[in-house]
Each structure stands twice: as structure tokens, then as C-alpha cells.
């Protein structure tokens, strides 16, 4: 595969010493805390205030596996890990949007409040049917 090259002289010119991952990161105080609750899963992303995603984590992601994703227990320990996350970058506020109908939606919130988050607002955006379109005519044998 070829010659290996062997260079010898002082260290000095290594590549220079990485900064910490965490200095990269850009620091917010406040942010959108995103909930979509269904019967089967609980997805959870943090925002920052412009809706672009610095953090996100399912009930899945973190080892629950079949029926117990979609139940309250599991979407607590996803918040609580967000929640930790969402400290060490420097969130200290966010405003909550909720989705879906399953069990996790206000366990969630409770265990993200519990970390010492402080809550402002909490949206309810579950999509609500209003009868939709007209359905197909009956059929004919």
C-alpha cells in the first residue's frame, strides 16, 4: 500500500488543541420545548426561539420498547434527560407546544418542569377533524 512516512521534529506542528464540544454549541436562554404524543411513541424535540432543533429524543431512542413507549413513565424520562441537556446548553425558559392524544402529554411537562425549566406558555396543537371531505358513494353490486 506504499511507504509510511516517518516525520521526525518537535510536536509544534500538531494540529492545535481542540476547544470543548460545549464552547461550540451557541448558548440560549429561552427556547420551544416541542411534545408530539401518540398511543404508540412520545417524540419531544427543544427549539431554539427560532424553531431550529438543538435537541431531540423518543421513548424509543432511550430503550423503551413495544406498549411501554406510549406510556406516561416513558415520555418522563425522555423530558427529564431533555430537560438535562437543555441546562447544560443554557436554556433556562421555554414555551410549550403539544401535539397528539396519548398518555405521555402531561407527564412530559410535569418532568420538565421538574428539572428546574421554567414554563411560559403551553399550546395545544393537536389536529382536530372538522367532518372533512365528502365520502365516496356506496357501492353497487
Known amino acids: 500500500m506504499g511507504k509510511k512516512r516517518v ?4 510536536g509544534d506542528t500538531a494540529a492545535p488543541a481542540a476547544k470543548p464540544a460545549s464552547s461550540k454549541r451557541a448558548r440560549f436562554s ?4 416541542y411534545i408530539q404524543a401518540t398511543y ?4 419531544m424535540s427543544v427549539t431554539d426561539p427560532k424553531g ?6 423518543t421513548a424509543g ?4 420498547k413495544g406498549a411501554k413507549k406510549g406510556t406516561p413513565f416513558a415520555s418522563a424520562k425522555v423530558a427529564e434527560m431533555l430537560a438535562d441537556k437543555a441546562i447544560e446548553m443554557g436554556i433556562k425558559e421555554v414555551d410549550v407546544v403539544v ?18 425549566i421554567a414554563i411560559g406558555t ?3 396543537s393537536t389536529p382536530v377533524p372538522h367532518n372533512g371531505p365528502r365520502p365516496k358513494k356506496p357501492r353497487r353490486v
Open 30 to 33: 429561552s427556547g420551544m420545548f
Open 61 to 64: 431512542a432511550i430503550g423503551f
Open 40 to 43: 404508540n411513541n412520545t417524540k
Open 99 to 116: 401535539k397528539g392524544v396519548g398518555a405521555g402529554r402531561e407527564s412530559a411537562i410535569r418532568a420538565f418542569a421538574s428539572k428546574g
Open 52 to 57: 431550529n432543533v438543538l435537541l431531540w429524543s
Open 7 to 10: 516525520t521526525e521534529g518537535s
Open 122 to 124: 403551553i399550546k395545544d
